[in-house]
């Protein structure tokens, strides 16, 4: 049976100190702006990488890392 993710989240966020939830919700978030710019990346063009100082090799190489990595 498939749990609702709201439901999953209060059972997280009740069974772990706040302190430590709050860390995490910080983890989460990070991985997942990381993870929104990287696609933003992928889509832009020459011009606009040529504007940002960035290569195609570069952008495609920083984009196809996954969301947990620097």
Same mark, same amino acid.
């Given at each position: 049976?498939?749990?609702?993710?709201?439901?999953?989240?209060?059972?997280?966020?009740?069974?772990?100190?706040?302190?430590?939830? !709050?860390?995490?919700?910080? %983890?989460?978030? =990070?991985?997942? /702006?990381?993870? +929104?710019?990287?696609?933003?990346?992928?889509?832009?063009?020459? !011009?606009?990488?040529?504007? %940002?100082?960035? =290569?195609?090799? /570069?952008?495609? +190489?920083?984009?196809?890392?996954?969301?947990?990595?620097?």
């Amino acid at each position: 049976m498939m749990m609702n993710l709201q439901l999953v989240s209060e059972l997280f966020h009740r069974s772990i100190p706040t302190q430590f939830g !709050r860390s995490w919700r910080q %983890i989460v978030g =990070t991985w997942s /702006e990381r993870r +929104r710019q990287r696609m933003a990346l992928a889509e832009l063009d020459d !011009r606009l990488l040529s504007d %940002i100082g960035v =290569t195609r090799r /570069e952008a495609a +190489r920083e984009s196809a890392k996954p969301f947990w990595r620097l």
